[in-house]
């Protein structure tokens, strides 16, 4: 079982950055892909970006292509997601996801506003 721990969302200005981090316990977190996920007021949970088990590859959703980048750091079970040039509309629950072929793992999430 692997629970993960949400950090460092925050109220931020359009144009901003912000950083966040999700830690990992109670498996083995390099063999996991990790990901994040977003759900805005009102709309599905959808997904934002994923890394490898090894950090080789990464994947983004069209709409933070070149603005977000996912990152790992296996040896402190932590996923990261940097978030530049925030826009209002990525305002929304930030969740990581660990996974590896069965059940996937959630956070409890890390609210981002984004301001205008």
């Known amino acids: 079982q692997v629970q993960l721990v949400e950090s460092g969302g925050g109220l931020v200005q359009a144009g901003g950055s912000l950083r966040l981090s999700c830690a990992a316990s109670g498996g083995t977190f390099s063999s996991y892909q990790m990901g994040w996920f977003r759900q805005a007021p009102g709309k599905e949970r959808a997904f934002v970006a994923r890394?490898?088990?090894?950090?080789?590859?990464?994947y983004y959703a069209d709409s933070v292509k070149g603005r977000f980048t996912v990152s790992r750091d296996n040896a402190k079970n932590t996923v990261y997601l940097q978030m530049n040039s925030l826009r209002p509309e990525d305002t929304a629950v930030y969740y990581c996801?660990?996974?590896?072929?069965?059940?996937?793992?959630w956070g409890q999430g890390t609210q981002v506003t984004v301001s205008s």
């Open positions: 996801n660990a996974q590896r072929g069965g059940p996937a793992y």
């Open positions: 890394i490898s088990w090894n950090g080789i590859s990464t």
